[in-house]
């Protein structure tokens, strides 16, 4: 390989793309409240199983707190890349949702004055969860096909406003812990049985775009944001994104595939560090699009 390509466990690659493109993960943690035990989302070399957390958000109205790649962690993890004598391209979460770029991004400046032979890129993906997972597995892909490092990163600056992420949530009770929406919203809501429907925005941020009934009604809505925008080419894949909601998931697959004949479509599991905002139930579409 000509360099290699770090990201952070916001992504949320399977263990099979990372080791498909031998993609290197910097893990992001979370805690209970009020427990002292440490989770790493991406631990002993395999992103770990969030669905027995996301049952215990149901079952037990368990709480979990979340917390962004640590400077120092992030340079210990990096610098044997680059002793081996690698250049590396990182590929990190949304600047807008999470200090994590900044932290790592400051490891690297660091790390360039020690290693001023090495080519050390970094890129602000302005995309979450599988969103930014889709763009780095795309970037390996361009990689893989012998695009220099400086290639790679212009085409990521170049389409990552491309990427279009469409949430929806089964509770309101999460957004309203994170001031995304006020304690009457959310109140009314549930009682209404209205879901948000939400996208990743052109700075990155998570915004609310509308309110419909029902958790089918948001997911249609969200497939009806795909087809007014998607980039209509069957080669392009689909990510899809759940937390403890695998069937809802595969009946959106299904429809991707009959609508636009896409022949790659990855569904996983969401990483609790961005799930732990949104609550299980949380269901998420990626894909290329015309704009955001």
Known sequence: MSFEIITDSSANLSLELIDRYKIHVLSLTFHEKDHSTEYKSFDNGRPIDTLQFYRRMRDENAVFLTSCVNTSEAALSIEPILQAGNDILYLGFSSGLSATYQNVKTALDELRTRYPDRVILDCDTLAAAMGQGLLVTMAARKRDAGADIREVQAWVEREKLHLAHWFTVESLKYLKRGGRVSATSAAIGTLLDIKPVLHVDNEGKLIPMSKVRGVRGAVSEMFKHMQ?????????????????????????????????????????????????????????????????
């Open 228 to 292: 007014a925008t998607a980039m209509r080419d069957p080669e392009l894949p689909v990510f899809i994104t759940h937390a403890d909601c695998l069937e809802r998931a595969q009946e959106l697959a299904e429809r991707v595939r009959s609508e636009f004949g896409t022949k790659e479509i990855f569904i996983d599991a969401l990483d609790l560090v961005i799930g732990a905002h949104s609550g299980p139930g949380t269901l998420a579409l990626f894909f290329f699009a015309e704009h955001r």
